[in-house]
């Protein structure tokens, strides 16, 4: 099955980007050379879609040289349908590296994370369904949707800060991946209700 590496907007539109073929390594692409060399990335680039494209293949190569993260996540909670596992936690880092696993017949929030993310799929089938902002005087949080992205094993999707979303499983397989987001403006990170047009701080 042919990979992508996708890239969704604020506008809720999506592209493919950058080459999904990535060679492995020659030696083991360890975590912390994955930190060091996003580190770099960070300080080179300060637009988003620069700052994706240049993580896609770091992103990959790890994944590809250390199988050991495959293994590391949690089974999803009987109470929220999910569950969050963190690889790399440090005071005043400016990433969170996370492996993110879903119930079956679950389903997210429509949110946006208020900065950078990319989500690498390693097992299972995810739907990521795309909105846009579509605000009128009589509702300033509208939205629309605009896309959907149905995501197999090995597919990498990015999204812009602006980029509102929902997830949820595809299948009996509990969806596995590998998730990293820069650092989350807290006062533009948002839950939407669609039936009510409304946003509340998320």
């Known amino acids: 099955?042919?990979?992508?590496?996708?890239?969704?907007?604020?506008?809720?539109?999506?592209?493919?980007?950058?080459?999904?073929?990535?060679?492995?390594?020659?030696?083991?692409?360890?975590?912390?050379?994955?930190?060091?060399?996003?580190?770099?990335?960070?300080?080179?680039?300060?637009?988003?879609?620069?700052?994706?494209?240049?993580?896609?293949?770091?992103?990959?190569?790890?994944?590809?040289?250390?199988?050991?993260?495959?293994?590391?996540?949690?089974?999803?909670?009987?109470?929220?349908?999910?569950?969050?596992?963190?690889?790399?936690?440090?005071?005043?880092?400016?990433?969170?590296?996370?492996?993110?696993?879903?119930?079956?017949?679950?389903?997210?929030?429509?949110?946006?994370?208020?900065t950078w993310g990319i989500v690498a799929l390693i097992g299972g089938q995810e739907r990521n369904r795309l909105w846009q902002r579509s605000p009128t005087p009589e509702s300033p949080d509208r939205i629309e949707p605009r896309n959907e992205i149905i995501l197999n094993p090995g597919d990498v999707i990015g999204f812009t800060g602006g980029a509102i979303h929902s997830v949820e499983p595809v299948g009996d397989e509990p969806p596995v991946s590998f998730n990293l987001y820069g650092i989350t403006d807290r006062r533009r990170r948002y839950q939407y209700d669609i039936e009510h047009q409304t946003a509340k701080k998320f």
């Open 1 to 114: 099955m042919e990979n992508y590496n996708w890239l969704v907007t604020d506008q809720g539109e999506y592209r493919t980007i950058g080459d999904p073929e990535v060679a492995e390594p020659e030696k083991i692409y360890r975590l912390y050379r994955f930190l060091t060399d996003l580190d770099d990335v960070l300080d080179t680039y300060g637009n988003d879609e620069q700052r994706l494209e240049a993580i896609f293949p770091l992103v990959r190569k790890l994944l590809i040289s250390s199988y050991w993260l495959q293994m590391e996540y949690d089974p999803p909670s009987e109470k929220t349908g999910w569950s969050v596992k963190f690889l790399y936690r440090e005071h005043q880092y400016p990433l969170t590296v996370q492996m993110v696993c879903w119930r079956p017949g679950t389903q997210s929030t429509i949110h946006n994370h208020a």
